[in-house]
Structure formats: C-alpha cells, structure tokens
C-alpha cells in the first residue's frame, strides 16, 4: 500500500526521496527494520495478553531436565511471526507480484491450520491437537494451489536467454513457461520435469503438471512436518529458519535481478526478485520473535508458527527453482525428521522380531536426544545454529561451486 502511495508521490508531484519505491533493497530494508520493531514492540503485549488469556503450552511428561518449568509458558506465538511478517509486506511490497501474493496465501493457509491445532490443545484440553490427517489434507491442499499457480500462471516464467541483453519491451518474448529447476554443484545444472515422462512421446508436455504437482505437494508437507518437529527446545525453530530464509533471500535476489543472474550464469526468474521484500519481513519477524522465544522463552510459537515456517521456507525454495537444494538448506530439518522415522521404524521392527522394542536414539526427535545425554538447551540450539549457518553458507556458493 505504501508503496502504490509512494509511487504516486513520484509519478505526480516528484515528491524528494519518494522514487526510492522503486529499489527493493530499499523497501527490503525498510520491511526488515518494520518487522523487527512490530514483532519486539508488539510481541510483549501479545504475550501478556495470551497469558492472560490462561493460553498456556500443556507439557508432556518426557523425562527432560528442566521441562515442568515450561509448563503455562503462553503458545500460539506465532501469531507475532505472522502479523510481524504480513504487515511490512503489505505496505511495501508489490501486491500484484503473483511470487508475493502466493507467499501471502501460504503464510495465511498454513497459519490457520497451525492455529487450528493450537486451539484444540490449548481450549479443548487434547494433547493431540488436530489430528494428523487433518494437517495432511491442509498441506496437500496448499501444495495443490501453489503447485497449479506456478504451473499454469503466465507470470511464473523463466527467460530463456539470460546471456542477451535486450530492451524490455522485447526480451519478454525470451520469458517462457517451464518447470525448469536448478541441480545444485553441476556445470550444466538445469532439469526439466518434463523428462520424468518424456516416455510417454508426442504430447507428454501437456501432462507435465502430473508430476509438477505431486512434487510441489510433497516439497510442503515435508518442509512444514520437519519445521513442526524442529519446534521443541527454545530459539531452535526460530533460530535455524532465519538462517535457511537467509539463504533462500540471497537466491531470490539474485535469480530476480537480470545483471546478477547473467554475471553468475544462473536462471533468470522474472518478478521473482520482489520475494526479497517479503522474505526481509520474514527474517525480522523471526528475529524479533526470538528476542522472547530465546532461552528461557516467554513464549512458544506452537503450531501456528513452525507449521507456518514449514510452508514458506517450502514455497521460496520452489519459487527460486532450488528445491534440490533443500536436503542440504534445510539438513536440520532433514535430520529431526529422519531422527523420528528411524528411531519408530526400528522399534517396531525389532518388536516384531524380538518381542521388545529397542531404540536407535535415547528420545527423538534429534535434540530430545541430546538433552538425554545431558546437554543443556541453549547449548543444543546453539549447534545447531551453527551447522544450519555453515549449510547454508555451501548452498549460496553452490551459485558458483559446480
């Protein structure tokens, strides 16, 4: 909206200082220091508000040192994540950018779903919250809209000779659509979905939306489940998230500007460059929850925020064409979700075999494990910071590593 004002401003009266609009570091910067103050300033007297509301994270009984303290710590969190986030970018991003309007639907999707489970445990007193299939259909459902946006939309396109400048009014016929993705560390790095069925012979092109989709689907039920799982110790979630959106902001800026894309002969991304106002919101709405979600936290962000994380780190990763990149980006998320289905599939597997159920780790998920040997939380967070930092760093170099 600010910016529609501004450009205004510009295009009537040359109003000083109101042609900055045009700059998205600018309006970048502008919607992270927002974010942070909105989600800083504005975060205690959400907090003070839900712990008056008796809204109160119900522990489980784990054996973990330290964990009854957090029982009545006010959840639902994320709700500062998501206001902090929405705000700024609906101030000064691009509202008719279809990259920009996809993240605000997943943002408001995956956060009604979040809040949904959040209220069933919290109001409700069940421990489960919604149920699984619930969540499921949610992120099924989600990965199904934005599956069919950037396979069908005429703005989600790629420009098929990034080498050549050429005026603007010509080098829109060079934007194509394709379900092009990016192979990260390859010299020629560049697949087609289309390949997956090009068996299929004259025509396949018309079906390539039946795997597009599925891929799409899969991409955001897995990345918002690991997020979820990673939402266990104070500052983790919010902390390692940051990190990985970081990442995915440098992809998105660069892939989004023509200069930049052709200097590192990367795929140029049309629009795509105006997500780095949103995902600058994004980063300050995670850090500033972190100034109250940091040991010993104030606040949880609960389902509402981790689920919500989950479902846009997913999308930007898809958007920027570097989805093959999320095994290594998001490695911590990877890591909590291998942690849960090793450790429940060899229990049942050796209940089966030898009548008694044995474990690989002490507790998962990953960090459950770690407080089991006797690490303390911030220790545990700490770490994993670092090695969420040190992935992320490879997978921006991957731009030039092939």
Not at 74 to 94: D, E, F, N, R, Y
Not at 147 to 164: E, K, L, Q
Not at 333 to 347: C, G, H
């Amino acid at each position: 909206m600010l910016y529609y004002l501004l450009k205004y401003l510009d295009t009537m009266f040359d109003f000083p200082g109101s042609a900055l609009y045009q700059f998205i570091t600018f309006r970048s910067g502008v919607a992270f220091i927002i974010s942070l103050l909105v989600s800083t300033l504005f975060g205690k007297r959400i907090i003070n508000y839900l712990r008056r509301q008796q809204i109160g994270e119900t522990v489980r009984e784990l054996g973990l040192e330290g964990q009854n303290e957090k029982a009545g710590t006010p959840t639902m969190g994320g709700v500062i994540i998501i206001m902090a986030t929405l705000i700024p970018v609906l101030l000064l991003a691009k509202l008719d950018n279809i990259y920009v309007l996809v993240l605000i639907l997943t943002t408001v999707w995956m956060g009604v779903i979040g809040f949904l489970d959040d209220y069933i445990k919290v109001f409700k007193k069940d421990k489960e919250g919604l149920k699984g299939k619930f969540k499921v259909v949610g992120q099924i459902g989600l990965g199904i809209i934005v599956g069919a946006i950037f396979y069908f939309h005429p703005n989600v396109t790629v420009r098929d000779t990034p080498s050549i400048l050429l005026e603007t009014d010509v080098v829109s016929k060079f934007d194509i659509k394709s379900t092009t993705t990016t192979i990260p560390f390859f010299k020629d790095n560049e697949f087609n979905y289309g390949q997956l069925i090009s068996w299929m012979g004259d025509g396949y092109e018309n079906y390539v939306w039946l795997i597009f989709i599925p891929i799409v689907i899969f991409i955001v039920t897995a990345v918002s489940n690991g997020a979820n799982l990673t939402d266990g110790i104070d500052g983790l979630a919010a902390g390692t998230s940051a990190i990985t959106v970081v990442a995915l902001g440098i992809f998105a800026f660069v892939s989004g500007n023509f200069i930049f894309a052709n200097y590192l002969n990367i795929m140029y991304i049309p629009n795509s460059g105006e997500m780095t106002v949103f995902i600058a919101a994004f980063v300050g709405a995670l850090v500033g929850f972190l100034w109250y979600n940091a040991f010993p936290a104030q606040v949880f962000m609960g389902d509402t925020g981790s689920l919500t994380i989950g479902g846009i780190i997913a999308v930007l990763a898809i958007a920027v064409r570097k989805e093959m990149l999320i095994p290594v980006l998001c490695g911590i998320f990877l890591a909590e979700n291998l942690s849960v289905v090793l450790q429940v599939s060899y229990f049942k597997y050796t209940k089966k075999r030898y009548g008694e159920g044995r474990r690989i780790l002490l507790m998962s998920p990953l960090h459950h494990h770690y407080q089991k040997k006797g690490y303390h939380e911030s220790k545990i967070v700490t770490r994993f910071w670092i090695v969420g930092i040190f992935l992320a760093i490879f997978c921006v170099v991957s731009l030039k590593l092939r």
